[in-house]
């Protein structure tokens, strides 16, 4: 616990504003979808890196799963509308060459993201969005590739309180593939940002497999960092240059 408190801290030492960053690239929790949006006319170019723990369980080298790291940028061009382009880098052998001992990251799962959000949060309401990762081309079947595709539905909720800021966050969410099936139902998590330091974000989140923990912050307005522990056990860190267009 003592090393989990020192890894939170340190990243929100330097914090100077905070946003949801999802290791797609969109905006949620950790690994789970929120209903929360970006201001609008925002780009984001950004990586993140993934345990095993986050990678399908298909995305194997040699009958062992491996971490990566997914690469991407996404934009909010409305404040109803979010998209992204992703990839994630996949491990093989040089050339797909059985005999050849170099080893990397020599190809890609490349995927698009997108959320509308047909209801903003209100006093009484919450903010609604539908979306999904990997949402474009034909049904995959037995399709090889898909790896990250779902969709899902989302609902935020924001309280006040005299310590701060607590946001409630559910959704329902179905991959496609069944050996992701472990990610599929009812996700979602509590957010908290204290009244004495508001730039802070603390995220818990319950994705569906496990419990996870992290914060995320914005350093000097235009790099964003997101630190998170998977599981309470795999680390997980993500960065992204942000502009504001506007």
């Not at 946003?19 to 950790?30: D, K, R, S, W």
């Not at 966050?169 to 330091?197: C, D, E, M, Q």
Request: with cysteine; glycine share 8%.
């Amino acid at each position: 616990m003592k090393k989990i408190f020192a890894f939170l801290l340190l990243l929100c030492t330097f914090a100077t504003n905070s946003f949801a960053q999802l290791y797609t690239g969109m905006n949620g929790l950790i690994h789970v979808p929120s209903a929360e949006m970006d201001t609008i006319e925002t780009l984001r170019f950004g990586v993140h890196a993934l345990p095993k723990d986050m990678m399908p369980n298909h995305m194997i080298f040699e009958g062992e799963k491996y971490n990566s790291s997914n690469w991407y940028i996404s934009a909010t061009p409305l404040k109803w509308v979010e998209v992204g382009y992703s990839f994630t880098l996949m491990k093989f052998r040089k050339n797909l060459n059985k005999n050849s001992d170099e080893i990397g990251f020599y190809s890609k799962d490349r995927y698009f993201s997108l959320r509308f959000r047909p209801l903003c949060e209100s006093r009484y309401l919450p903010s609604l969005v539908v979306g999904g990762n990997d949402v474009l081309g034909q049904r995959d079947g037995d399709s090889k590739s898909f790896y990250f595709r779902n969709f899902y539905v989302a609902a935020s909720k924001h309280f006040q309180c005299s310590l701060g800021e607590i946001g409630t966050h559910l959704a329902y969410r179905k991959f496609t593939k069944s050996y992701n099936s472990r990610w599929n139902g009812a996700v979602g998590g509590i957010t908290f940002r204290p009244a004495i330091y508001s730039p802070l974000r603390i995220i818990s989140e319950f994705d569906g497999n496990g419990v996870n923990i992290g914060t995320d912050c914005v350093l000097f307005r235009y790099v964003q960092l997101q630190a998170s522990l998977i599981k309470g056990r795999y680390p997980s860190v993500g960065g992204a240059l942000r502009i504001e267009l506007r």
